[in-house]
């Protein structure tokens, strides 16, 4: 599952907390769809994720993902999603993506390192220790689900989350970089792949288990009431 919402806070543009998110999705949908990945990938794009508490005027209420969590939880549904990604303020002109510590650790580290393997480590800084970042993928937590993550500049317009220029008039496209919407996408994308391949590794190694505990048991013997006698060859069928 691949998320970004698309509501601003009211009085913004949301040209970064908004727009950015749904931008790179967008790419990824293009380029996904030339080269898909071997895993089924569905793009979310939320709405009501952004209305605020005015006891935590910082902190976004995320009522769209956490409807859908909660509706895939009632659904019985989660247990068949490997990945949760959110992608939010992800078009900063100074991007730093944050380590989140709410995210699966290994997946998270994945990314960075694929985003040091291009030399993208200035977007995707590995200096700044880490940070519980509000994305779309904590609801998915709350409902059991542990396998999300989350690509987010908590820093926009400033070193104190979430930034001067976060929520308000300023959130305006001439404070975006259309560098950063690639360096997320690149790193996006490239990091889906290496998530794909790890679980295709995990997958081959827990099916070729599962094969050998089939092969090893013995079969059930069938119960009294299972149990038909043959017919009598002097009775009629």
Same mark, same amino acid.
Do not use: W
């Given at each position: 599952?691949?998320? $970004?919402?698309?509501? !601003?806070?009211?009085? !913004?543009?949301? $040209?970064?907390?908004? $727009?950015?998110?749904? $931008? #790179?999705?967008?790419?990824? %949908?293009?380029?996904?769809?030339? *080269?898909?990945?071997?895993? !089924? #990938?569905?793009? #979310? =794009?939320?709405?009501?994720?952004?209305?605020? +508490?005015e006891k935590q005027p910082t902190t976004p209420r995320l009522r769209g993902s956490r409807l859908l969590a909660e509706k895939l939880a009632a659904d019985g549904a989660l247990d068949a999603v490997r990945l949760v990604? &959110?992608?939010?303020?992800?078009? +900063? %002109?100074?991007?730093?993506?944050?380590?989140?510590?709410?995210?699966? *650790?290994?997946?998270?580290?994945? =990314? =960075?390192? !694929? %985003? &040091? +393997?291009?030399?993208?480590?200035? %977007? =995707?800084?590995?200096? *700044?220790g880490f940070v519980e970042v509000i994305a779309s993928h904590a609801p998915f937590r709350e409902v059991g689900m542990p396998r999300g993550l989350a690509l987010m500049d908590p820093w926009y317009g400033g070193d104190d989350p979430p930034g001067l220029h976060w929520g308000g008039e300023a959130d305006t496209p001439e404070r975006c970089s259309e560098d950063s919407l690639h360096a997320v996408g690149v790193v996006t994308l490239a990091g889906l792949r290496r998530v794909s391949?790890?679980?295709?590794?995990?997958?081959l190694v827990s099916g070729r288990a599962a094969r050998r505990r089939a092969e090893t048991l013995e079969p059930a013997e069938p119960a009294p009431e299972e149990l038909v006698a043959p017919p009598d060859p002097g009775e009629p069928a």
């Open positions: 599952l691949l998320l $970004a919402h698309y509501d !601003t806070r009211p009085g !913004t543009p949301g $040209a970064n907390d908004g $727009a950015s998110g749904v $931008a #790179v999705l967008l790419e990824l %949908a293009r380029q996904l769809s030339e *080269r898909p990945l071997p895993y !089924t #990938v569905e793009l #979310v =794009f939320l709405d009501d994720e952004m209305g605020i +508490d990604l &959110a992608l939010r303020q992800v078009g +900063d %002109a100074e991007l730093d993506i944050g380590r989140d510590l709410l995210s699966h *650790r290994i997946h998270r580290e994945t =990314f =960075f390192e !694929t %985003a &040091a +393997d291009l030399g993208l480590s200035d %977007a =995707f800084p590995t200096d *700044r391949e790890q679980l295709q590794k995990i997958d």
